[in-house]
T-cell receptor
Framework: DQQVKQNSPSLSVQEGRISILNCDYTNSMFDYFLWYKKYPAEGPTFLISISSIKDKNEDGRFTVFLNKSAKHLSLHIVPSQPGDSAVYFCAALNSNSGYALNFGKGTSLLVTP | DAGVTQSPTHLIKTRGQQVTLRCSPKSGHDTVSWYQQALGQGPQFIFQYYEEEERQRGNFPDRFSGHQFPNYSSELNVNALLLGDSALYLC??????????FGPGTRLTVL
């Protein structure tokens, strides 16, 4: 069963606008969340993470928001750039029971000039 | 600073054969995890090695086995290959339980 869900397979955004990528999870024991970006023919690249004790974490143009009651997190990219076009994966782990990352299926982001 | 490296880049095998994939972790990392990514899916956790021992295992059959060497590099072995084993195999390294960083992957095709 898929414990991490990214329900939007694709998203198209104009350059300079905000990109919002969403992720939902079902396992309430998850306490650490990460976003990875993947270009074709490359491995996933770590972007940003957030612990369940926080509800927001920022790193430059990237901000991740966590809503624990809704079991929902989102990644905001502002402003979006054509180089941001990639597949974005949301991942979650339960640090008390192990170290396995549980991934969603990914969202393909296209930023158009 | 070299990142995570994997070899080979691509591999073609036939059903029933055995395959070995290799991974060298990022400098300073001591933990290696392996993931399988099928087409259109997110990566699925196979297992993690720390101090040359399998520390955690995902829902994969015993045909999947691994090893970690004293220099922290790792191998993933798959026996009796099935068509369904065709996938991108990703290695990730970390320092203990810190953030996992991925290599470029090995694309395995089973015919």
């Amino acid at each position: 069963d898929q414990q991490v869900k990214q329900n939007s397979p694709s998203l198209s955004v104009q350059e300079g606008r905000i990109s919002i990528l969403n992720c939902d999870y079902t396992n309430s024991m998850f306490d650490y969340f990460l976003w990875y970006k993947k270009y074709p023919a490359e491995g996933p690249t770590f972007l940003i993470s957030i612990s369940s004790i926080k509800d927001k974490n920022e790193d430059g143009r990237f901000t991740v928001f966590l809503n624990k009651s809704a079991k929902h997190l989102s990644l905001h990219i502002v402003p979006s750039q054509p180089g941001d076009s990639a597949v974005y994966f949301c991942a979650a782990l339960n640090s008390n029971s192990g170290y396995a990352l549980n991934f969603g299926k990914g969202t393909s982001l296209l930023v158009t000039p | 600073d070299a990142g995570v490296t994997q070899s080979p880049t691509h591999l073609i095998k036939t059903r029933g054969q055995q395959v070995t994939l290799r991974c060298s972790p990022k400098s300073g990392h001591d933990t290696v995890s392996w993931y399988q990514q099928a087409l259109g899916q997110g990566p699925q956790f196979i297992f993690q090695y720390y101090e040359e021992e399998e520390r955690q295992r995902g829902n994969f059959p015993d045909r999947f086995s691994g090893h970690q060497f004293p220099n922290y590099s790792s191998e993933l072995n798959v026996n009796a290959l099935l068509l369904g084993d065709s996938a991108l195999y990703l290695c990730a390294s970390s320092f203990e339980t810190d953030t996992q960083y991925f290599g470029p992957g090995t694309r395995l095709t089973v015919l």
